[in-house]
């Protein structure tokens, strides 16, 4: 007969993973029950219930401050710098943001608020590109609080500057980005 034949084992062997599938579940709920703020029981159900009203409350949290982001750029004053001409958009009153593009490498666009200039550049990959960008924006009077650089493929950066103005910075905007896009070529 092809019956199969039960192994003494495999009962065991149900239980242990029994086991272990409870007690993953088990720390699960441990791990959810330190993410969620403010549960007075730490059952089963007032932790799902707790989770459930922290995920809501989070998307109503996440929806307000994507409608306030979006507020706030229909706002915000921008200048683009295209080769030779400059389009000024919006009525912001201390931010300003400013970009130096055309069809090829380098692209420099960028912004100044309270105090601080982002600088976002994609250009061809150099030896000491890095180095000769953030002693030019040291040359502007900026101090560089931060820098990140991501190759794009095996030819690009993508390099991020955020600089915070100093005593004695002059340049407008506009001027950042076309002493950085003219270090670039």
């Given at each position: 007969s092809n019956a199969r034949l039960r192994q003494p084992s495999q009962p065991y062997d149900h239980v242990l993973s029994e086991k272990k599938r409870r007690q993953r579940l088990r720390q699960r709920f441990l791990d959810l029950?330190?993410?969620v703020p403010g549960l007075e029981k730490m059952d089963k159900t007032s932790v799902l219930g707790g989770a459930i009203k922290y995920l809501k409350y989070l998307q109503e949290r996440a929806k307000f401050l994507e409608e306030k982001v979006t507020n706030h750029q229909n706002t915000e004053s921008t200048v683009r710098v295209r080769q030779t001409h400059i389009t000024v958009t919006g009525d912001g009153e201390d931010e300003e943001e400013v970009s130096s593009v055309d069809s090829s490498l380098p692209e420099v666009v960028g912004?100044?608020?309270d105090g601080h200039v982002l600088l976002v550049i994609?250009?061809?990959i150099q030896?000491?590109?890095l180095a000769n960008l953030v002693k030019q924006v040291e040359n502007l009077n900026l101090t560089v609080i931060s820098t990140n650089v991501t190759?794009?493929?095996s030819l690009a950066l993508?390099?991020?500057i955020l600089a915070q103005v100093e005593k004695g910075?002059?340049?407008t905007i506009e001027e950042v980005v076309r002493i950085l896009?003219?270090?670039l070529s």
């Open positions: 029950s330190a993410i912004r100044i608020s994609h250009c061809e030896k000491g590109v190759s794009f493929g993508d390099i991020t910075f002059a340049a896009r003219s270090t």
